[in-house]
């Protein structure tokens, strides 16, 4: 089975994050089914496990044809694809899943295979049994790879987007050929929060796609002036934004607005590149209902004008 990066869109359906395990087939405390995979989880064996079977060849090729490279990648250049593609399906399938949710599924596998005291003695010499190829422990996790990934694997990989950086609204934070995993499960349980660079839809006929930066919650009073931000009448430290015109323009909202109060369910965004972004300065705030997600990890970077990878802007966390 072959894992492909950009497989498995649509909308969570998966389980609950409780981590609710059935009982074993002897009567026995399920406790130690969840425990051994724990285990399992914490070690990150059952996610380099996933990652052995992870369909990296085809990866690398699917980015050169759709990065339109000025070169094919060198041999060299192939394991630096590798980590970067084994790190996305760790954001991806891992730092984006419910809590428990690997946890939960595994154990539930482990109910349904063997009884509660192999389990248990497995647990009991878990550090020894990882340490042979041919453990019992090893032969467990890749059945449950074979048997259960399938099925898992859409449920969770639905929590995330990839879409690709078009404009420098974000820059120096996000560039143009920036490829982004975007967390869209985030705010199903949580507000926004200040700083964060959210994915919206702005609600027009066309349903244009922005980024950009959190700077005010509802209710906080966002002024501008002379292109210093306050909030709450305090200027805001922002050692992320760029400017490219420091000339103050008199009347224009781009340097000087407000004091506006953002309404309930919405909030106040703005660019990082703040003299080359269409924000919440000429949108407005944003409501809630037109956040998609969370931006939070750069995969792939390819600069437009050279058509060369950007190789050390591979792995970033999004900030």
């Known amino acids: 089975m072959a894992i492909c990066l950009v497989t498995c869109s ?40 996933i990652v052995d079977q992870a369909d990296v060849a085809g990866f690398s090729h699917q980015l050169e044809v759709e990065s339109d490279l000025a070169r094919p990648f060198a041999p060299s250049e192939m394991e630096l694809i590798a980590q970067s593609f084994a790190r996305a399906l760790k954001a991806m399938l891992f730092n984006l899943a419910p809590a428990n949710f690997w946890e939960h599924h595994l154990a539930q596998y482990y109910v349904a295979t063997l009884p509660a005291t192999e389990a248990g003695r497995l647990v009991d010499g878990y550090e020894r049994e990882v340490l042979i190829p041919t453990s019992r422990v090893q032969e467990l996790r890749w059945n449950f790879v074979k048997d259960r990934l399938p099925d898992l694997l859409p449920l969770v990989r639905a929590r995330s987007h990839l879409f690709q950086i078009s404009n420098e609204a974000m820059a120096p934070a996000l560039l143009p050929g920036d490829h982004v995993i975007a967390h869209i499960a985030v705010y199903r349980a949580a507000e926004p929060q200040r700083g964060d660079v959210v994915v919206y839809r702005y609600p027009d006929e066309n349903g244009t796609l922005f980024l950009h930066r959190v700077i005010g919650v509802p209710g906080d009073r966002i002024d501008i002036h002379h292109q210093v931000v306050s909030r709450n009448e305090e200027a805001v430290t922002e050692p992320y934004v760029q400017h490219t015109d420091r000339s103050s323009m008199a009347g224009n909202v781009r340097d000087n607005l407000g004091p506006v109060t953002v309404p309930p369910d919405a909030y106040f965004v703005l660019g990082d590149n703040r003299e080359e972004s269409l924000d919440s300065r000429f949108l407005g705030p944003i409501s809630k209902e037109y956040i998609l997600g969370q931006a939070v990890f750069v995969y792939w970077s390819v600069d437009p004008a050279t058509r060369t990878p950007r190789w050390d802007r591979l792995n970033q966390q999004v900030r």
């Not at 389980?15 to 009567?27: E, I, K, M, N, Y």
């Open 10 to 49: 649509g909308l969570w359906a998966g389980c609950g994050t409780a981590p609710v395990v059935q009982s074993g087939r002897d009567g026995e405390s399920p406790a130690v089914f969840y425990q051994l995979a724990g285990l399992e989880v914490a070690s990150d064996r059952l996610y380099e496990s």
